[in-house]
Structure formats: C-alpha cells, structure tokens
C-alpha cells in the first residue's frame, strides 16, 4: 500500500511540475572573424565578434602617452630616462584601468550577469547605454517553465513583448525584441533569447541606442554560438 502511496504521489508531482527543460550539450564552434568568450568558471561560452571585446567600459590608461596636446608620443622623447618614467606611469594607469573593470564586473556579477561584451566600434556617449550583449543567469527554487521565463523577461521591455520559438544548438530557445522611442527622442532596441537549464534561467539579452542593425548584424551569430554545461 505505502508503494502504491509512493507511486501515485510521484506521479502527481511530475505530472503537477512537468519534467525540467534542459539545454543539450553541443561541441563549440567558433565562427569565422570570431574570438571565444567565457565566464571565470566556464560554464558559459560564447562567440564574440570582431569589434567588440568581453568586458566593460575602461578608464584612460594613460594621460601622457600618445595622447593628441599631452606630453607627445614616446618616440618623440628622446630621454630615454624621461622614456621610462611615461612608460612606468602608464604602467600604473593601466593596472588601475585593470583594477576598476575588475570591479565592475563584480559588480555586474552580483546582479547575475556573468558574461559581458561591449562594442568598440563607438566611444560612449554621456548619458547613453553603450552597446552591448550579457548573458544574465537568474536561478530560483523551482524549475523555470516557459511562461514564468516570459514574466520574468517582459518586464525588460516598455510593452508586453510575445515570444517566438527558435532552434540553437543547446536545444530551444524563446525570442524577444523591441525597439522604442525614448522621451529625450533617442531610439533603443533590446532583443532576448531566453534559455532555461532546470533551477537556473539564462538569457542573451543584445541593447543598444545606435542602429539596430549594430546588434541585428551579429545576434543570430551570437545566439547560435553560447553553450551551457
């Protein structure tokens, strides 16, 4: 009797929370014109296109070296003690440039996002998010259905966005895209790919206030790209 309990129980509790979705494990594959990209634990992997670079935002590695109205190249110092003195001090900027994106991406970490790519192909503009792809990692309790993922991404986006099913590597994956009209007139598209492993749900999530076309150019790329072990 307790194993017929036992069996109608378990039965009720998959058929109550359905079996978990799950990513497939797929070989990476490196597109052509592409540099890999992972997490510090390597979880994640990711194809990141020329042009852009894992990371965030740096400070000016120097202030003295080959900077237009500063001190000049330094080719163009010919003491070479005074060579050594920009060259230690744009030592020092660099580590500190180091040290403050290390930082950052701590911080982005606690925030759940693991992995992030910046373009380089614009300087920043005040005010303006720079363009960029992360990979966001939320985990709860329970695992992640379809439909708790969309709740959870839609409030990413000014309008209620629907999602569209797409095939990657690792197995399905939901679309989101959006592009409005800022307040202040800029324009800013956001495009999702969410991708639920069990517990843990992953999303791709591509931004930008420039042309669409800069993340639309490369997303399906990128999107093919990511593995999840």
């Known amino acids: 009797m307790r194993i017929f309990l036992f069996f109608v129980t378990l039965v009720a509790v998959i058929g109550c929370s359905g079996l978990p979705i799950e990513v497939k494990a797929s070989s990476f594959v490196l597109p052509t014109g592409f540099a890999k990209g992972a997490t510090d634990d390597g979880a994640v992997e990711i194809a990141i296109p020329g042009g852009w670079r894992q990371g965030v935002d740096r400070m000016m590695e120097s202030p003295l070296l080959g900077q237009s109205g500063g001190m000049g190249e330094t080719s163009a110092i010919s003491d070479p003690e005074a060579t050594k003195a920009l060259q230690d001090m744009s030592g020092v900027f660099a580590e500190m440039s180091n040290e403050a994106e290390r930082e950052a991406l701590e911080k982005l970490k606690?925030?759940?996002?693991?992995?992030?790519?910046?373009?380089?192909?614009?300087?920043?503009?005040?005010?303006?998010?720079?363009?960029?792809?992360?990979?966001?990692?939320?985990?709860?309790?329970?695992?992640?259905?379809?439909?708790?993922?969309?709740?959870?991404?839609?409030?990413?986006?000014?309008?209620?966005?629907?999602?569209?099913?797409?095939?990657?590597?690792?197995?399905?994956?939901?679309?989101?895209?959006?592009?409005?009209?800022?307040?202040?007139?800029?324009?800013?598209?956001?495009?999702?790919?969410?991708?639920?492993?069990?517990?843990?749900?992953?999303?791709?999530?591509?931004?930008?206030?420039?042309?669409?076309?800069?993340?639309?150019?490369?997303?399906?790329?990128?999107?093919?790209?990511?593995?999840?072990?």
């Open 110 to 229: 606690k925030k759940g996002n693991v992995l992030n790519v910046i373009s380089m192909s614009n300087k920043p503009i005040i005010g303006e998010a720079r363009t960029r792809f992360y990979v966001q990692k939320t985990t709860q309790g329970a695992n992640w259905s379809w439909d708790s993922a969309h709740q959870l991404e839609r409030d990413q986006y000014f309008h209620k966005q629907a999602a569209k099913e797409v095939d990657l590597p690792i197995g399905k994956a939901h679309r989101m895209e959006e592009t409005i009209t800022k307040v202040d007139g800029g324009v800013k598209t956001t495009i999702s790919y969410l991708i639920p492993n069990g517990k843990d749900l992953y999303c791709l999530r591509f931004v930008t206030q420039e042309d669409a076309n800069v993340i639309k150019s490369i997303e399906k790329q990128v999107a093919q790209s990511i593995r999840i072990k």
